[in-house]
């Protein structure tokens, strides 16, 4: 027995170890997979339902960037306060937290939902201009649950090539990396 | 009609001032070199003024020729490099791919001109200096090679900023940190398939321009006009330490585009 | 980008500083890469900023003694890239490499963080920090104590900021002196004695034929060197009809003679006798009216310098004499220009007025492609001009006036006098004895090291100012500096100091702030009427257009009248020099270092001296053949020893070097100064013999005579050269061209 089972416990190892790769292809896709990961930790809820499907309002007219330039931007709290200075704050722990840091001067840091890495450059003016609605990549953000933005769509270098490819637009390495 | 970026450095104005070596340093993040990187010859400078000695005292002048990136055309790095990194682009810029680059340095042995540097270590900055860091260029880690981009990020600004416009980039919208800097206006950058682009213009109508190397055939971007000598040394104590015999080397001009 | 794209955003970032709130260095960009995977909504979101996108300020440098209009980018309140204003019209949207790493100085990581109280002995740099409050009691109980007899140092002064050192030294009863490089001194007196002006000249080289240059490093760190390059580059390229030309005299193949046609060799110091040959050649032969030669070199036999005899004593032959003249005097218009090493001898102002007297003789004071005269301040009450730097000589009882007692307080402000005055003069010595010292620094250096009170002031980038550069363009100008960050560490501006202890010292001054004075000033420019902005009247948008811009000027004010001949000739005199070594020793200012004051900023420091290509260090450039016969090489330790002491340094085997001439750079050999620059090389300002300019008293830092002896050590030198070979291999591409007739 014991000279058949010396080859077997052989095989089985080199099997896993060949196993490694392909495992880590099909975690890359899966369990690693941006779209995969549960929602990060935000300092205050933030509802983005509320602010447009219940007051209406257009993504730019907090991320101001988005239209005009490389960054969409995250509003300063004196944009918020703008509406939020009447809006009642009893009973509202989440819009406490903002008025504090308003009132107190602190600067709100928010996590980042959407993490591109350093030698990428995503211009978001030019895609908004090519008439993409911010939902292509961010998804419905509207009906997301307070403070759970998550990330939909893959946006890893496959993503945006193939994208780039049924658009016509430029595939060209210097367009993002540099 | 696609770009040509291409540069011209004339020679009878350059100072050797190297207002431009900085301006590179801080436009595109490059590491402070110190001490050591000189010693051991790894000191990184995308653009650096070379100086060449012709005679000895008391018949003695000195040269300054800046060297950037020659952008070549048929690129000597290119068809080493194992994975791509070092590739051509649409706009015939020689790029680097900084992402995809894994170290081999084969490009670097390959180029002529000495212009593409590694990065033997992590580069590192002093907490408060890295405020400084330009966020439209990507630091470089360790065990990557870099080189002269042209100014990519300003290219890429000044397309993106015309087509928000709706208009194609005209001669001017921008220049590289090393043009906009040069005090004689010594470097000149601009679009070389564009007629009515300083640069083209240049290169049209000089009798002084050459390329560095240009025998090797690569067709360099960078088009230097050649230094005017009013006053030459006397005969005898020219190229004193190599005989110009054994050189036969081109000397006349080679076109450009 | 386009001059008026840059115009139209500089325009609108009119409301100043940008305010960050929050955005620290503690929280953001110290590498820790969990901030990655953060992003920030700031607090205000003032109308002129935006995340993420860059803004470019107007703002102005007067650090170079020309001054520069500069832009900088700002992206999220941090100062990212440095270029030249575009519309100033000194510098026209250039720049030059020191100008590019102010952003170094901002955000360099020795720089003093608060108020410093001295722990310990003076000169060791221990110091404990105290709070703002603390720091302004004990300031002011020391300028109460002071009054009467205090000694306030700085840097050339010239504007807004001078107005208040003006009133300072006025309410405390005290003496200003300014330290500045020796050699500059020797310059302005000679430009009193040629042309008269208390200001330095402009050159029109833009229209010039010929320049004959004897020594002046005008396209590296001399008066002012973007000004200069732009004119040369128009020279070059031929806007005043042909391509100018270029000869270069002097004893060093300079990183600027390097740019000659021609370079001319003469032993050290003999500029003005050269000089006073090519006038006696010029005259005899013809060239130039005799008449005007006798008025022109007054009181001076122009016959006893004919180039037979100065021929030996400059080192050349009569002929180079002969065909010199003929060349300046062929070519119209000419300039003859003098400065830095042709200062710093004991003639050096001979040198300079003999040189700058030629632009006499050949019709080029005042007239196009000649030396223009600048024009006074517009506003001499609240602007005034530039003054002179404080001689050698005048030093001497200024210091021992401090070792003795008799000065209760002394306020250094911009200036490092204990590293750049020889240690002969004892400055260091007399600080150390017990007169209470405070210094306005940002970093550590000789000078506040002794200090019993570190201020940190604002950095050029962080304060308010308005400045009278000199040399200016021809016509009155002002450079309009504005803070475009939030300071980065907490200082204060060293006006708004000043103005606090002027009050305390019982002095009443109009304004109460740096930013209360310049706006009072524009205003009063706008009053006075002229200038670059037209059709503005309302005083809030006159000031907002004067920032947009940079500063005010007003091209269509001619320059000052120019006279026909040297106000006050100066006696011909030879150089003397000091000590028995058989070499000339020649300190020389590099492009990145001059002087010694910029060695902190590493940009600069790994900035390749151009000739030499060395960096980071200190070496003596000793010609190829004398090497061989000294039996050394590029990177042996040689020791160089002088009447005032000997140091080892670094050979570096330089082809052009003089064979008689070693030459040494400036810049090293800081004891303390940032961790970049110190206990790197050798000052030499430090083994240098203390001789001074006769006539002025300035130091005269190139009158040394040195000897050199091989130390059997061997280092290597850190330099660019190496990776490429040092002599072409190919022939080099060059046009030769016939002489211009």
Redesign the interface.
Known sequence: MGRIIKPVIVVVILLLVLAIPALAVVARSYILAPVAQPAKAQPIAFPHSIHVNVVGLDCTFCH??ATT????????????MGCHAIIPTTDRPQLEKLVN??NS????????VH?LP?HVHFVHAMHINAGFNCATCHGDVASMAPGAVVQVRDLRMGDCITCHRENNAPTDCSTCHY | MAHRWGMTI?L??C?????C???C???NNIP????????Q?R?I?WI???????????N?????IPVPCMMCENAPCEPVCPVYASYHTDQGLNFQVYNRCIGTRYCSVNCHW?VRFFNFWEPKW??????????LVAVRSRGVMEKCSFCIQRIDHAEQSAQLQGRDVKD????T?CA???????IVFGDLNNADSEVAKTVAST??G?QLLADLGTNPAVV?L???????LPEDSK?K??D?SQ?T?V?ETVAVG | ??RR?FLKLVAASGAGAVVF???D?S?F???DPKR??????????PQDF????DLWYATAYPGIAGGSGLIVRV??G???????NPDYPL?M?????LE??L??E????D?IGGPLKLKGDRGSGSFSALSWGDAQNEFNSMITAGKGSTLLITGPVSGSEAAVVDQFTKAIGGQHVTYEPEERIVLREAMRRVFGSEHLPAFDLGNAQFLLNFGAEF??DWIS??HL??G??AF??GVGGK?G?Y?HVGPQ?S??A??A???V?INPGTEGLVALSLAQVMTSQGLVDKGAASSIYNGISLDDYAPDKVASKAGISADQITEMAKAFAGAKPAIAMAGTSAAAHTNGLFNLTAVYALNYLVGSVGAKGGVMLNPDSPLPDVLPNMTGGTSYRDWKPIVDKIKSGGTKLVLVHDANPVYGLPPAIGLKDALGAGTKVVSFSNFLDETTTQADLVLPTLVTLEDWGLHVPDPGPGYPTVALQQPVVKP?VDAKSFVDLLIGAATTAGGSLPWKTNEELVRTVVGQLQQAGGGNITGVDDPKEYFVTVQGQGGWWDSNKAASAAPTAPAKPTNAAEPKFDGNGEYYLLPYPT??LSYGENSHL???Q???E??S?N???TWVDV???TAKKLGVETGDIVKLTTSTGSVEVAVYMN?????DVLLVPFGQGHVIFSRYAEKRGENPFAFIAAQTEAETGALAWAATKVSIKKANKKV?V???????P????????????E??E
């Open positions: 101001r960037g330039q490389a960054d969409s931007t995250v509003p300063a709290l004196q944009l918020c840091a308003f001067g602190t600067p709100i840091n928010w996590t980042r993490q350093d | 004339d009878d104005l100072t050797g001032c190297q207002a070596v900085v301006a340093q801080a436009e402070i070199n110190t001490e050591e990187n000189f010693q010859r000191a400078e650096r003024v070379e100086r060449y000695w012709e005679g000895e005292f008391p003695v002048k000195a040269r300054y000495h002093p907490d408060s200096l890295k405020q400084q860091l330009n966020p001017g919208d921008f220049t940190a906009q800097a040069c005090p004689t206006r010594a009798k002084r050459y230097y050649k230094k005017i000598d009013a006053d030459p190229h330490y190599f110009s050189y080397r000397k | 980008m386009r794209d709130t929050g955005c260095l929280q960009g110290d590498g990655e995977f953060q992003i920030q909504s700031a607090v205000d979101n935006a995340l993420g996108r992206y999220e941090r100062a990212k890239k440095v270029d030249g510098n949207g250039r720049s030059t490499a590019q790493s952003v170094q901002l955000y360099h990581p720089r396209l590296n060197p973007v390059s732009i040369y580059g070059r390229a391509r030309r000869w193949l990183a600027t390097a740019n046609d021609k370079w060799y980065f492009n990145s590493p940009w600069l790994a900035l390749p151009p000739i290509t960096v980071w260090s010609n190829t053949s082809p052009s070097a003089p064979t290597r850190p330099r660019l050269e190496g990776s490429v040092a002599y072409q291999l190919e022939e080099f591409p060059i046009i030769e061209v002489a211009a």
